[in-house]
């Protein structure tokens, strides 16, 4: 599927070869072991927050030193919608694959009313999606929900093709 290609486009260099190129920058202008913990602690922090599996508390700055160890200031929500309709959508491209799998030259009808009823699950996953990003976006108007909701929605191909999406990001 197009939007599993995005977003593991977005995952990847928007996310992890971006933060890591900071990472990789801070520490080199480090001048304590304990810069090197607070920027690696600093670094998962925004990988966790930027893939939606946690969110980042708002005064997360971690100042303190001479510890060995920094737990980055993250609370886990326990449905995180982003994250969760991520899941359902992975989940939706397996059922997908593993159809195809078993499909002979011809679609019987069986096959026929799997693929409809996948194509319609997709789509309304993907729809929802959007509005819980777009939704977002409105609130924190983070940067990495604007670079995810570009990636998923290039040439506003979504909110274009899907009925009542009427997504106006900026």
Known sequence: MYIVNNLQYYLQVDVIEARFAILKSAIQDA????????LHSEFLKNLLHETFVMTAYKDSELKCKHTLYQVPALKQEKNSMVYETILQILSVCDKFCSLVKNWQSDLTEVDLQK????????????????????????????????????????NRWFSKNIVNLNLTVS
Do not use: A, P, T
């Open 31 to 38: 001048n304590e072991f304990e810069d090197i913990i607070r």
């Open 115 to 154: 693929l409809s009823k996948l194509k319609s699950e997709s789509e309304s996953l993907i729809e929802m999606l959007l509005h819980v990003l777009y939704s977002l976006h409105q609130k924190s108007s983070g940067q990495h929900l604007l670079q995810l909701l570009h990636h998923i929605d290039y």
